[in-house]
């Protein structure tokens, strides 16, 4: 509210510093074994799946702007590959907090990234027939493990995903009213 953010908790602080070190790896910084030492041990469970997808990335930590509805919409993509979107994930639990590929398909941020990345593509003339939603996931508690989870979309799912947001948003701004 104002502006004002919240402070970060721990997760969310160990989660933003394993970002800074993915980034870094991937723009070609030498990591050095000086740092946050969970960051570094959750870095050295996700390297061999960021060594993967380094081929295909397009862009990192991308700033997203949309106006959906007459509401803009600002965001920041973790990855842009060669098919799609990539976003990095901690979590305590992959079992029970990971998404699905049908729960990515249909996840409000990854259908706003999908729908930009498409928009600026088909701009461009490089639009796909189909996009890659991804998320990574580094599983923080218990045994640490990395785990890639990605799903197929079209374009035209892309759009029924926006109408959606559309409507959404459209009930905010008549409870807002």
Do not use: C
């Not at 394993?18 to 000086?34: A, D, Q």
């Not at 920041?76 to 398909?105: M, N």
């Amino acid at each position: 509210v104002q502006g004002i953010r919240e402070p970060e908790s721990p997760s969310q602080a160990q989660g933003t510093r394993l970002h800074s070190l993915i980034e870094k790896y991937i723009e070609g910084e030498r990591l050095t074994p000086f740092g946050p030492a969970d960051a570094l041990k959750l870095f050295l469970a996700v390297k061999p799946l960021v060594d993967a997808i380094i081929p295909d990335v397009v862009a990192t930590e991308h700033n997203m702007q949309l106006l959906v509805d007459g509401v803009e919409i600002n965001g920041r993509l973790d990855v842009e590959t060669k098919t799609g979107v990539l976003d990095w994930k901690t979590t305590s639990d992959f079992k029970q907090y990971a998404k699905t590929p049908g729960q990515l398909r249909t996840a409000t941020p990854m259908i706003l990234y999908g729908s930009w990345v498409h928009k600026r593509r088909k701009e461009a003339g490089t639009a796909l027939p189909v996009y890659d939603l991804e998320h990574v996931y580094v599983q923080t508690r218990g045994r640490i493990f990395a785990e890639r989870v990605s799903a197929k979309i079209t374009p035209a799912m892309l759009d029924a995903g926006m109408e959606r947001i559309i409507s959404l948003i459209d009930r905010m701004k008549t409870a807002a009213g």
